[in-house]
């Protein structure tokens, strides 16, 4: 795109995106959708909570898609750990339904969306959902000089 002035205008930077859900089918497809998606930056993946939690430290993504079935029935310690560790951080949350277990108090937590499986494969629905969050994303803060310690 160029600006009034005749000069190209810079390119809008990109989401920098962390993945985390466990090793699957589900978890490829998931990539491989992200990966059309030219305003993502797939940065990095995590298959447990607490690999997501340093990954997010050691990473600094912009946003994190976490899968719900990592925490188990912690999912609202999951998250406020990833926001504590990662100040400025974005989580999404990903479920089989909107109804799982522990999806409400993740949300209670500092999660800002829950996307079921279903809909995180459907790319057009993924990039609009990715625009919004990724618009809300906050400056980072400096952050802790140790990795964090999962409990």
């Given at each position: ?15 920098r ?31 447990t ?18 899968d ?16 504590r560790?990662?100040?400025g ?36 629905w ?22 964090p310690?999962?409990?």
């Open positions: 795109m160029v600006s009034h002035q005749g000069r190209p205008e810079p390119a809008a930077p990109r989401c995106l962390l993945v985390a859900a466990p090793r699957g089918w589900r978890r490829e497809a998931l990539l491989t959708a992200l990966a059309t998606l030219p305003a993502v930056e797939v940065v990095g993946s995590a298959d909570g607490a690999d997501a939690v340093i990954e997010a430290w050691r990473l600094q993504p912009d946003l994190v898609m976490f719900a079935t990592l925490a188990g029935q912690g999912l609202a310690g999951a998250v406020r750990h990833l926001l560790a990662t100040p951080l974005t989580v999404c949350l990903l479920a089989e339904t909107e109804f799982s277990a522990g999806i409400s108090a993740g949300l209670d937590a500092g999660a800002a969306e829950c996307l079921t499986h279903q809909r995180a494969h459907d790319r057009e993924l990039a609009l959902v990715l625009r919004r969050l990724c618009r809300r994303h906050r400056p980072r803060r400096q952050t802790a000089q140790r990795p310690t999962p409990r």
